[in-house]
């Protein structure tokens, strides 16, 4: 691949996470992001067939920063207490910068579940150490009887809920798309705190 065509990837793919960002994959059009990136139509199409194609070569060049990040907390040898603080960081500051993530999830898991699936076991994400310690804490009266997989659910549904629900949590709460960065910000410390409640021995 010569390095014009690497420069040419490069730029279509940065002014493509910029318009999927503003306006998500559904409502984002191949013109837009032409103009973003200064080409036009045709060339666009040339690299990068359809809209669905370009979210997800978006996606699985933000995919080979994040998945790594996870999965080098789920493997870390930390305290527990430490690794919840890490993971909950961690998730949402990816979201924060990558917030068109969870649509892309949607759309693989309607479209094509295995496929999404082999992603992540590609890149070697496996919740088992974290499932392991966990039982491990439990073992030791570290925190209450739970069902490890149920807390692991817990944890990324209370991660992912904002984003995936981002225009129910503002139009309800009616904040501001300043007041919802702020939002997200704050959840991490909110959300470290809620599981730590919820997993004190009684």
Known sequence: MS??????EKLILEAAR???????CAGARM??????????????????????KLFEAVFLQAASTFLPAIKDVLERDMPFNQKIVLFVNTYVDVLVANPYIPAFVIQELNNNPAKFVGLLKNYGL??????????????????REMKADHFMVNLLGLCLFPFIARPVVKGILNMSEEKYQEFLIERKTEIVQFVK???TVS
């Open 3 to 8: 390095a014009t065509v690497k420069n040419t």
């Open 18 to 24: 910029k318009v999927f960002i503003h306006k998500g």
């Open 31 to 52: 013109q837009e992001i032409a103009d973003e990136a200064g080409i036009n139509k045709a060339l666009l199409h040339y690299y990068f067939r359809g809209k669905d």
């Open 126 to 143: 496996n919740p088992r150490p974290m499932l392991l310690q966990i039982e491990q804490e439990i073992a030791l009266g570290h925190i």
């Open 197 to 199: 409640n919820s997993i």
